[in-house]
């Protein structure tokens, strides 16, 4: 049945006065954050026929965080504002996602084809612009869609409204914001170290992460690095794997960003738009391979308590110092160790690197020690009378490599040996603490070096 023309003239005003005016999105910035979250500024425009009236904010995720939505004007005053929750995607919602997109509807025997520009959808109707006008289109999710866009906007979103004053009618913008969950950043490192001596190169790189069904195309993006407190905070796990993650790279990555002081912590602003699709890792430079300087240190702690093998760590010891190659702040991240040989590059180990201002010393363990290998002995223990007692030590540090070895020795003494000093010891020493002695030792290639010392202290009475 043909409807008359002036019903659907009366229908598509119908439809004008029930809906509020839609913000057309203008631009986005993205923060993203280590914690596992991003925060979203969004600039609208739109207009208005009259003075007082509601608008409505399309796309907003519904990984939003509904606490956290503020929507705010340039000039005027917004009277108050609604959030509600993303619902399960219909096929009445998907096509709602699809307004103002030219359309074309099938049915399903392939005999009816009818194109135009979709308005609105009012159940049961499409609201169509076609070339011969308004057409209202009876039970649209019966019919096969053709839409001539590279994607189609699938994720579920949440509706925003909001009820605005504002001093003309007219043409107007606002701005939203909000906390997002299920994205963020994480800091990867590259140490390539030399097969000998005390040289490497570091790189950095910034491992972008978008766990939502939300796509940021074209977006402006900020990463903060530091622990940002929440107290709301849902913890990611960034070991899990994200559905349907991939690995994208950037066909022309923007330059490695300097780092912004920001209120006690620190912002990289990329200095080109990005493209982050949902559940997708996105690396992208962030610190430029650095030749630096360091030191290779082998760790040992023991204590009193221990007899025979002890565990021997093998470090890396790089200053954040300018006069070493850096002299910025690095954020806390994963460093992966890699060795250089002349036909290729060995993984050689995975350790955390925590946040390093400036100035400050970068420790990495880099696993235990193959060629270094410690025990230890007490040698002798003798009662002086009057609570006194006096104990010798005796550590080997074996050294089978072919090259020169620093060790590190951390002892601790037991809680009862009280009021102690060093009487005898074949290596100097420093005092950490109350209860810890640190020695180091020199180890010649291919050869051992014993460190032996004698402690006197009194035992408490009993």
């Not at 229908?11 to 954050?33: F, I, K, S, V």
């Not at 208005?48 to 990984?63: K, T």
């Not at 076609?130 to 579920?156: C, E, H, K, N």
């Amino acid at each position: 049945m043909r409807l008359p023309t002036w019903l659907l003239g009366s229908c598509a005003l119908a439809l004008a006065a029930e809906t509020p005016p839609t913000g057309q999105l203008q631009q986005r910035h993205l923060t993203l954050y280590q914690d596992g979250f991003g925060f979203v500024e969004e600039r609208y425009q739109f207009s208005l026929s009259d003075r007082r009236q509601r608008v409505r904010f399309e796309g907003i995720p519904a990984a939003a965080d509904p606490a956290s939505v503020v929507v705010s004007l340039p000039e005027g005053t917004v009277l108050w504002h609604s959030l509600q929750p993303a619902q399960a995607t219909t096929g009445e919602m998907l096509l709602e996602r699809l307004r103002g997109h030219s359309l074309r509807f099938i049915s399903s025997d392939g005999q009816q084809v009818i194109e135009g520009v979709l308005l609105g959808i009012v159940p049961p109707y499409a609201v169509l612009r076609t070339p011969a006008g308004i057409l209202l289109l009876p039970s649209p999710t019966q019919y096969r869609v053709l839409f001539s866009g590279d994607t189609v906007p699938m994720a579920p979103t949440a509706s925003l409204q909001a009820l605005v004053q504002m001093p003309r009618a007219g043409q107007a913008s606002a701005a939203v914001s909000y906390l997002i969950e299920g994205m963020g950043w994480q800091m990867r490192y590259r140490l390539q170290l030399a097969p000998h001596g005390a040289t490497a190169t570091l790189c950095g790189s910034a491992l972008l992460e978008n766990r939502t069904e939300v796509a940021f195309d074209s977006t402006a993006v900020s990463l903060v690095a530091g622990n940002v407190p929440r107290l709301r905070a849902r913890p990611v796990d960034w070991n899990a794997p994200a559905a349907m993650a991939r690995m994208a790279v950037q066909e022309s990555a923007p330059e490695a960003p300097a780092a912004q002081k920001l209120s006690g912590f620190y912002r990289y602003e990329l200095s080109s738009r990005i493209a982050l699709h949902p559940n997708e890792r996105l690396q992208l430079p962030l610190l430029p391979c650095t030749a630096i300087r360091l030191e290779r240190v082998y760790r040992i702690e023991s204590s009193a308590m221990v007899r025979g093998q002890l565990s021997v760590l093998q470090l890396v010891r790089v200053p954040n110092t300018e006069e070493a190659g850096l002299g910025i702040p690095l954020p806390a991240g994963m460093l992966s160790a890699l060795v250089a040989t002349p036909e290729r590059q060995e993984f050689v180990g995975e350790t955390l690197v925590p946040e390093t201002p400036v100035g400050d010393t970068v420790t990495l363990t880099l696993g235990p020690a193959f060629d270094i290998k410690a025990s230890q002995q007490l040698v002798e223990h003798r009662e002086l009378g009057n609570n006194l007692v006096e104990e010798t030590y005796q550590l080997t540090v074996l050294n089978g490599g072919q090259e020169p070895a620093a060790v590190e020795l951390s002892f601790q003494l037991r809680w009862d040996q009280q009021n102690w000093r060093i009487t005898t010891t074949t290596h100097p020493y420093r005092r950490l603490d109350a209860q810890t002695l640190a020695f180091r030792l020199s180890v010649g290639a291919r050869s051992q070096s014993v460190l032996r010392f004698t402690v006197q202290s009194q035992r408490p009475p009993r």
